[in-house]
């Protein structure tokens, strides 16, 4: 079993954002992050409530400042305005993990342009737009700082049915390795993370019999959590992680040997 990462204090002083953190692999990075002492930034675009119950949380648990940000990571305007909070609140920012997602499915043939176009909105637009904005806040201090983008095992392996939806995720990995090279003089590392078969709400989209036949390809065995998951975000994010830059780091339980 996956067990919570980051040790008490390692980041204290640090400001974290990570987008689309109200469930899943978001929610559980931003719970790592508080856990490590950071100051953390919450986003969401479907209820404020749910992301003011989520910010206070995390301040009754860690005792951690915590902002959130109602709104669509894809939106240039609604992009710009977050980066804006996040510098009048805290002054700074150290961390961004580019998590916001979304899942579409449909086979070559049957994909329909709502289809298509909401996936590279979301998960190619919202993380460039994101990227730029974050890396611009985070490259004022003068010790830099990471970025860490959500990727999947289906930009490298593919899936039927996930053709579009894996096209997004190879944009993460091109994306991320252009970025690294490009922020490395700004002391901005930029990795990026290759989730497998995760047990989140992304999941439910899969039909229970596709499910269970990924699970037995899996080398452990079973399906992998976001808590999993946000240990490998924390590292990235952290010290221990500090001559690290360019990487899709997988966390798949063996799926690709």
């Given at each position: ?60 648990r860690f005792g951690t400042r ?157 399906l992998g959590t976001a808590q ?30």
């Amino acid at each position: 079993m996956s067990t919570p990462a980051g040790d008490a204090g390692a980041l204290v002083g640090r400001v974290v954002f990570v987008t689309g953190s109200t469930r899943g692999i978001g929610w559980a990075s931003a719970e790592a992050f508080a856990r490590a002492g950071a100051g953390v930034v919450l986003n969401g675009r479907a209820s404020a409530d749910a992301l003011q119950l989520r910010a206070a949380d995390l301040a009754e648990r860690f005792g951690t400042r915590v902002l959130t940000l109602l709104g669509d990571v894809a939106d240039s305007a609604t992009v710009g305005g977050f980066y804006k909070r996040i510098f009048g609140t805290f002054g700074r920012l150290d961390v961004l993990v580019n998590n916001a997602g979304i899942l579409r499915q449909g086979l070559i043939g049957a994909m329909d342009d709502d289809t298509i176009d909401s996936l590279l909105r979301t998960n190619v637009a919202g993380v460039i737009r994101n990227l730029q904005a974050g890396a611009r806040l985070i490259g004022r201090n003068p010790e830099g700082g990471a970025i860490v983008n959500l990727s999947s095992i289906v930009a490298t392996q593919g899936s039927p049915g996930q053709s579009a939806y894996a096209a997004t995720k190879a944009a993460v990995i091109g994306l991320t390795q252009s970025a690294a090279r490009e922020l490395a003089p700004k002391r901005i590392r930029v990795n990026a993370v290759a989730p497998g078969v995760i047990d989140t709400d992304m999941m439910l989209a899969l039909k229970p019999e596709a499910l269970e036949k990924l699970r037995g390809q899996v080398g452990l065995q079973r399906l992998g959590t976001a808590q999993d998951v946000a240990n490998v975000v924390l590292f990235l994010a952290s010290d221990q992680a500090a001559y690290v830059t360019g990487q899709v780091l997988g966390v798949d339980g063996g799926l690709v040997l």
